[in-house]
Structures are given as C-alpha cells and as structure tokens.
T-cell receptor, first 117, second 113 residues
Framework: DTGVSQNPRHKITKRGQNVTFRCDPI?????LYWYRQTLGQGPEFLTY????????KSRLLSDRFSAERPKGSFSTLEIQRTEQGDSAMYLC???????????????FGQGTRLTVV | GNSVTQMEGPVTLSEEAFLTINCTYT??????LFWYVQYPGEGLQLLLK?????DKGSNKGFEATYRKETTSFHLEKGSVQVSDSAVYFC????????????FGKGTKLTVNP
C-alpha cells in the first residue's frame, strides 16, 4: 500500500470557480478525515466519514463545501464559488476503527494546496 | 472546548543541542496526546503518542510524557541532528466518537551543523 494519496497536489483557480479534490485512503481504513491548514497554523478538522457515512462536520465547513465518500473508499471534497479565503492546504487522513479495539493512528496524505486568485 | 497550545517558534539550534518544545492542552475527560512531524515537502507523520496519564511516548530519540497534573506533553530530545529540521505539531484526540485531532499551531525547528 502506498499510503494516503491526494490529488491534485496543487490547484490554482480563479475566484468564483468550483474545485474538487480527491483522497484515496489506505485500503483497509474505514475512517477518513478532511482537515484544512492555513499558513502558520495547525490543521483544523473539517469533516469525517466512517465508511460511506459522513458523521461529523465542523462549523468551518460552510454551505459551499461538500464532501462525499460514495462507496466507503475514496472521498472527494468540493468547494463551490471559491473565495480567496479558501486558499489553504487541504489534508486528508485515514485510520482503522474496529469495535472493541483501539483506533489506529491517523495517516495523512501530502495534501492539496489550493490557491484562489 | 478542546485546545492545544504549543511553544511558538521558530526554534534554531546547533547540532547535538538539547531540544524542548512545550505543549499544554485543555480538554474534558482523558484525551490521547500526540506529536506529529512535517518534514519539508512531506505530509504529517506521527512521531509519538501517549494514551493515558504518566505514559511516555518515544521514537527516534524523541520523548514526551503525558502529565495530567500540569496538562502538558512536552517534546524533548537529548541531541538533535540536522535531519530533525521540520515543523512539529502537538495534538490531542478524545477516545470514542470521531477521534478527530485538535492541533497546536506548530513549531518550526531548524538545526544547523
């Protein structure tokens, strides 16, 4: 397994355009997380999935943001009508959670850097 | 809510110097505590963790002890190397539920030869 994979690595878009990012987690991991990291800050939680179910969303996730994990494998994060304030690194992480066992550590991808001009 | 406060950087040290990066947390219950490292151009990697009070996490010469009485999880290394230059993030998560991570702002460490 090559770890968590995110595409694209970099995206430059004009304000008002829509963008979509993809995350492929480690294959057997049932949990998938999205975080956002701005310059000089630590990552901030956006949302997470257990299999295909989106179980929690941060208040940071405005109506312009939507995330899906349709078959419980890869996930997409879409931002509609991008704004300059959306410029950030978007990180995906995955982990394995089993009933009655400790959840494994979260493994992170290298992120997608979004620049809105 | 849950939060993490870590020592602001940047930190610049000479090779073989002693490293301490302070981290304190605010959380309800008994969180798990982590140090993640981000090397230039790479993703976040787990460096070490501790899941209960008085546990010591260690890896690659780095150590941190979960101190509940002072709500701290300071990162230490006795002798740093140039290859340790990176950004270090302290984080916590609560067991059960989403187990999402709450991160500090990060501390950039530069080690000079």
């Amino acid at each position: 397994d090559t770890g968590v994979s995110q595409n694209p690595r970099h995206k430059i878009t004009k304000r008002g355009q829509n963008v979509t990012f993809r995350c492929d987690p480690i294959s057997e991991h049932n949990r998938l997380y999205w975080y956002r990291q701005t310059l000089g800050q630590g990552p901030e939680f956006l949302t997470y999935f257990q299999n295909e179910a989106q179980l929690e969303k941060s208040r940071l996730l405005s109506d312009r943001f939507s995330a899906e994990r349709p078959k419980g494998s890869f996930s997409t994060l879409e931002i509609q009508r991008t704004e300059q304030g959306d410029s950030a690194m978007y990180l995906c992480a995955s982990s394995l959670s089993r009933w009655g066992a400790v959840t494994t550590e979260a493994f992170f991808g290298q992120g997608t850097r979004l620049t809105v001009v | 809510g849950n939060s993490v406060t870590q020592m602001e950087g940047p930190v610049t040290l000479s090779e073989e110097a002693f490293l301490t990066i302070n981290c304190t947390y605010t959380a309800t219950g008994y969180p798990s505590l982590f140090w993640y490292v981000q090397y230039p151009g790479e993703g976040l990697q787990l460096l070490l963790k501790a899941t209960k009070a008085d546990d010591k996490g260690s890896n690659k010469g780095f150590e941190a002890t979960y101190r509940k009485e002072t709500t701290s999880f300071h990162l230490e290394k006795g002798s740093v190397q140039v290859s340790d230059s990176a950004v270090y993030f302290c984080a916590l998560s609560r067991q059960g539920g989403s187990e999402k991570l709450v991160f500090g702002k990060g501390t950039k460490l530069t080690v000079n030869p």
